[in-house]
């Protein structure tokens, strides 16, 4: 269930946190209670260890395999950094990685782990809860939509060509303002220009009238 209605999970575009749900896909309210109840299961699951638990599994690993010679004071230091380390991780994720180590399914079979490649074994085995506990809390914070029916997509549709027509009127409409207040508006060197032109019509008629007047 959560890896199918995660599969309809959409993003939201600009927005990295949230996804969003199909009303069709929405979960059910049984759906959701069965959600929560598995997310609850999990956090059980990946509650933090206690410290007997740390200190147990440590020391079976060290008494087991080869460690380097410490001091008092640095072996004191040591059990610390393993519990700083280890104690966000749940009990059964550390007996289980202390089990790996004893029987060479990791480490190098030789020497007792660090805290850091106990905690890298611990990270391994918790990231599968990780990764469906993020699942289900995508599923569960998802933004539900209604997608538009056949007559709420038929009227947009409607409503688009006629903004579109209506924008064409409009421009059409300017255009024709623009054209008019460009015939009606002359510029001086426009307005020279006819002047001169219809000087000089004037003296070739004149002069045409002459010619005539002279021939007669």
Sequence with gaps: MVGYLHNNLETIPGNFRRY???????????????LLARR?????????????????QVGILRSSMATAPLGEEAMTLAKRAFILVLSKYPAWAIVEASMRFLDGRAGNKTYAPTAAE??????????????????????????????????????????????????????????????????QEVSPERAQAIADLERRRLRREAAAAATEGAEA
């Excluded at 609850?40 to 147990?56: H, K, M, N, S, Y």
């Excluded at 611990?122 to 990231?127: K, Y």
């Design 20 to 34: 969003a749900l199909s009303a069709a896909h929405e979960p059910t309210a049984e759906q959701k209670a069965l």
């Design 118 to 183: 106990m905690a890298e074994v611990c990270r391994r085995l918790i990231s599968e809860d990780l990764a469906e506990r993020a699942r289900i809390n995508a599923i569960l914070d998802a933004e539900i939509y209604h997608a538009p029916t056949e007559g709420e997509r038929a009227e947009v549709e409607r409503r688009h060509q006629a903004f579109v027509e209506e924008t064409a009127r409009a421009a059409d409409a300017r255009r024709a303002r623009q054209d008019d207040r460009s015939a």
């Design 40 to 56: 609850d299961e999990i956090d059980r699951g990946l509650a933090e260890a206690d410290v007997l638990t740390i200190r147990e």
